[in-house]
């Protein structure tokens, strides 16, 4: 059963850089944006392409999808084609780690949102 509310613990991984051995509930995951679709898996280094990062909530069973810019509020999840997207997976990380205890309610399909929706 999907929890109706998560809090942040304040671990964060970067897919593919970090390595996840035993999440926690509350514990945040960072990915590229075309993570499903691209042929080259976790390629930070890239300058060729934009984008962003996604992030989701371990929910104690399984990865759910969670609104980083509501975490990120300053669009530190997007970058250009001149920029590394591990630099914007970094500063994500860094500003995730560093406002723990944050909660997130559960919406629709597994979403998790800073505001509750009665």
């Known amino acids: ?54 992030a989701k909530i371990f929910d104690g069973l399984v990865w759910q999808n969670i609104n980083i810019s509501e975490l990120c509020v300053g669009r530190e999840y997007k970058f250009t084609k001149r920029q590394k997207s591990i630099d914007s997976a970094l500063l994500c990380q860094d500003i995730i780690e560093n406002h723990p205890k944050v909660t997130l309610y559960r919406t629709y399909r597994g979403h998790f949102t800073i505001r509750e929706y009665i």
């Open 1 to 54: 059963m999907i929890p109706n509310k998560i809090q942040i613990t304040g671990k964060v991984y970067i897919k593919y850089i970090t390595p996840i051995i035993s999440p926690q509930l509350g514990d945040i995951k960072l990915l590229l944006n075309d993570d499903a679709i691209s042929l080259d898996k976790g390629d930070y280094d890239n300058l060729k392409f934009s984008g962003y990062i996604k």
